[in-house]
């Protein structure tokens, strides 16, 4: 495992993209680009999984089970259908291929970040399983029609910098793609890795007396149509009481770095601190995801969740709308959000301390794993932990 370096600085501020800069209207914002955000643009998952059997293998026969138990070398495992990663034996070498794919539509307007957005969610799918090394991507964009040639020309080619700058940063390069007209936008990809069997951590091993560590905050969602309510007044006046126009802009930022921001230390981290399994936290928000990690385990366990840690300010703006995010219940959709790892009680201190020296981030606590029915839940009243705790100028974190 290579030496992992000590990074202990945070992004500075970065200045909105400017459509006028690069003459294109003032009015110009990636996120008109499609009408379905968050949830609103995720199938359910009872539903998805319905769909997806006809892909579903049928389960081993008594005879096969027999003979591979009888084999000199334990089978690599096969799994996908469900998963954030597939997992497939190739033919030969006893080497798997490990690979996951993730598409969304634009969720900000900054179209470098958006590129580097959806390469990080990209890979989390990846990291969440422990793989920490990625041999190839590839790039999927659908252009919207209702882009002119200018606007096209502009913004594509930030958009694939960005995407491609984290590949780079993470040691692999983008080898091909597709790119097609769609009447929405949206920008995605594909990464793969070949694997060696200690080069990846099953995600179903969690065991009574786990915690569960989160490594990034929640809330870019809420943050994200918070930022663009600034141009809507009759959806700004909801929030306007309980939130500044300043502290809306930074959370903004907050949100932008936090999903742009890698999830590979974690995953090294996994292995150093024997992670039982993990998932990335995206469009069905924490507690959908929790619920699909719990409902794999090989053990008995049910997860309970009882800290939040949330972008600071975007509890507040979520209470004011009602039951449009559904945040506090774990519901609010995220991009590119942080890993969900089960991990042994007496290590997990050690890991939110180890990651937080190496990138000047925090991880945190926020629940048990305990005896249960393979379903997850958050208490009544969750303790809210507002990040960063407290607001310095200049300063995102």
């Known amino acids: 495992m290579e030496q992992m370096k000590e990074v202990a600085s945070t992004p500075p501020m970065r200045r909105p993209?400017?459509?006028?800069?690069?003459?294109?209207?003032?009015?110009?914002?990636?996120?008109?680009?499609?009408?379905?955000?968050?949830?609103?643009?995720?199938?359910?998952?009872?539903?998805?999984?319905?769909?997806?059997?006809?892909?579903?293998?049928?389960?081993?026969?008594?005879?096969?089970?027999?003979?591979?138990?009888?084999?000199?070398?334990?089978?690599?495992?096969?799994?996908?259908?469900?998963?954030?990663?597939?997992?497939?034996?190739?033919?030969?070498?006893?080497?798997?291929?490990?690979?996951?794919?993730?598409?969304?539509?634009?969720?900000?307007?900054?179209?470098?970040?958006?590129?580097?957005?959806?390469?990080?969610?990209?890979?989390?799918?990846?990291?969440?399983?422990?793989?920490?090394?990625?041999?190839?991507?590839?790039?999927?964009?659908?252009?919207?029609?209702?882009?002119?040639?200018?606007?096209?020309?502009?913004?594509?080619?930030?958009?694939?910098?960005?995407?491609?700058?984290?590949?780079?940063?993470?040691?692999?390069?983008?080898?091909?793609?597709?790119?097609?007209?769609?009447?929405?936008?949206?920008?995605?990809?594909?990464?793969?890795?070949?694997?060696?069997?200690?080069?990846?951590?099953?995600?179903?091993?969690?065991?009574?007396g786990d915690v569960l560590v989160l490594t990034k905050p929640l809330g870019t969602q809420v943050a994200a149509n918070a930022y663009q309510w600034l141009d809507v007044p009759e959806k700004w006046n909801r929030i306007k009481l309980v939130v500044g126009e300043d502290d809306i802009r930074k959370a903004y930022q907050r949100a932008m770095f936090s999903m742009a921001r890698l999830n590979r230390t974690a995953a090294l981290l996994m292995h150093k601190y024997n992670g039982h399994g993990a998932t990335d936290i995206g469009g069905y928000g924490l507690l959908g995801h929790a619920n699909k990690l719990a409902n794999i385990q090989k053990n008995d366990v049910g997860f309970v969740i009882h800290n939040l840690p949330i972008i600071a300010k975007m509890a507040a703006v979520s209470k004011a709308c009602g039951n449009m995010f559904g945040l506090l219940q774990g519901h609010s959709a995220e991009t590119s959000g942080g890993l969900l790892i089960s991990l042994p009680r007496e290590q997990a201190a050690a890991f939110c301390k180890d990651i937080e020296k190496q990138e000047g981030y925090q991880a945190w606590i926020i629940g048990i794993v305990e005896k249960g029915n393979r379903s997850a839940r958050i208490i009544d009243k969750p303790r809210v932990i507002e990040v960063p705790a407290k607001d310095k100028d200049g300063e995102l974190w």
Not at 39 to 55: A, E, F, N, T, V
Not at 61 to 90: C, K, N, W
Not at 174 to 183: C, E, H, K, L, R
Request: charged share 20%; with cysteine.
């Open 17 to 208: 993209f400017d459509p006028v800069v690069h003459d294109l209207d003032p009015n110009f914002r990636l996120t008109r680009f499609s009408d379905l955000k968050g949830l609103g643009c995720k199938i359910s998952h009872d539903s998805l999984m319905k769909m997806l059997d006809p892909l579903k293998e049928p389960e081993r026969s008594q005879l096969e089970q027999e003979q591979v138990h009888f084999q000199y070398v334990a089978p690599s495992p096969r799994i996908g259908i469900g998963m954030d990663s597939s997992i497939t034996p190739i033919r030969n070498g006893g080497l798997s291929l490990v690979q996951t794919a993730s598409c969304f539509y634009p969720i900000i307007d900054d179209p470098y970040m958006l590129g580097k957005i959806t390469c990080s969610a990209v890979l989390s799918n990846m990291y969440a399983m422990g793989v920490t090394e990625c041999d190839n991507m590839l790039m999927l964009l659908s252009i919207s029609q209702k882009m002119t040639d200018k606007e096209r020309d502009v913004v594509m080619p930030f958009i694939m910098s960005g995407f491609k700058d984290v590949a780079e940063e993470t040691g692999t390069s983008v080898n091909g793609g597709q790119t097609i007209i769609n009447p929405w936008m949206t920008i995605g990809g594909v990464a793969t890795s070949i694997c060696q069997p200690n080069e990846y951590i099953m995600p179903d091993n969690a065991m009574i």
